[in-house]
């Protein structure tokens, strides 16, 4: 039974893989200015309200729609997406974005990884026989554990990478890659 659940176990994965990295380790090295701690402290607040209150609508949204199976792996995708959008522009500093307009993506963040959430226990719910529901519940779960413990190891290494590359101290690990302080 458990390998059978592996369609909602990924998804569950992949979204709380990227967006605990986001949070943990991208978040953390966006500031307007980069150098300053307090800028860097403030945008990673605000980001986080904004991916909260994306969480907490979409969530609120379990019981209006159902979504299918296709959906639930194309939010995670776009989930990883954001990792990389959100990379970029931490990295470059010179998007149009890199303002506090970074808060609007930091919303659909939120509004991905709940909705991944709810509806992948809904479809369990709904998908499979009342007998197995509790354990199918119980071993999804594991998924959400697992991608945040992956998130945070990722995470750590996306802050470092990043603070390499704007000249920051405080990074808790090195950046395996190899980055001039300023340059890409």
Not at 80 to 103: E, M, R, T
Not at 166 to 174: F, K, T
């Given at each position: 039974?458990v390998l059978?659940?592996?369609?909602y176990?990924?998804p569950?994965?992949?979204?709380?893989?990227?967006?605990?990295a986001?949070q943990?380790?991208?978040?953390?090295?966006i500031?307007?200015p980069?150098?300053?701690?307090?800028a860097?402290?403030q945008f990673?607040?605000y980001?986080?309200?904004?991916?909260?209150f994306?969480?907490?609508v979409?969530?609120?949204?379990?019981?209006l729609?159902?979504?299918?199976?296709w959906a639930l792996?194309?939010?995670?995708?776009?989930?990883?997406?954001?990792?990389?959008?959100?990379?970029i522009?931490?990295?470059?500093?010179?998007?149009?974005?890199y303002?506090n307009?970074?808060?609007?993506?930091a919303?659909?963040?939120?509004?991905?990884?709940?909705?991944?959430?709810?509806?992948?226990?809904?479809?369990?719910?709904?998908?499979?026989p009342?007998?197995y529901?509790?354990?199918a519940?119980?071993?999804t779960s594991?998924?959400?554990?697992?991608?945040i413990?992956?998130?945070?190891?990722i995470?750590?290494?996306?802050?470092a990478?990043?603070y390499q590359?704007?000249g920051?101290?405080?990074?808790?690990?090195?950046c395996p890659?190899?980055f001039s302080?300023?340059?890409?």
């Amino acid at each position: 039974l458990v390998l059978s659940l592996y369609p909602y176990m990924i998804p569950l994965v992949c979204v709380y893989a990227a967006e605990y990295a986001l949070q943990a380790g991208v978040w953390t090295a966006i500031g307007f200015p980069i150098t300053s701690p307090k800028a860097r402290n403030q945008f990673y607040t605000y980001s986080n309200w904004m991916y909260q209150f994306g969480v907490f609508v979409s969530r609120s949204s379990g019981t209006l729609l159902e979504t299918p199976m296709w959906a639930l792996w194309l939010m995670s995708a776009l989930q990883c997406v954001n990792v990389w959008f959100f990379w970029i522009v931490a990295a470059d500093q010179v998007s149009v974005l890199y303002n506090n307009l970074l808060l609007i993506p930091a919303f659909y963040v939120g509004l991905l990884g709940g909705a991944v959430y709810v509806h992948s226990f809904t479809r369990i719910c709904s998908d499979l026989p009342l007998p197995y529901r509790e354990f199918a519940l119980s071993a999804t779960s594991v998924g959400e554990g697992f991608g945040i413990v992956v998130a945070d190891v990722i995470g750590l290494f996306l802050q470092a990478c990043l603070y390499q590359i704007h000249g920051l101290e405080g990074a808790v690990v090195s950046c395996p890659a190899s980055f001039s302080a300023g340059r890409l």
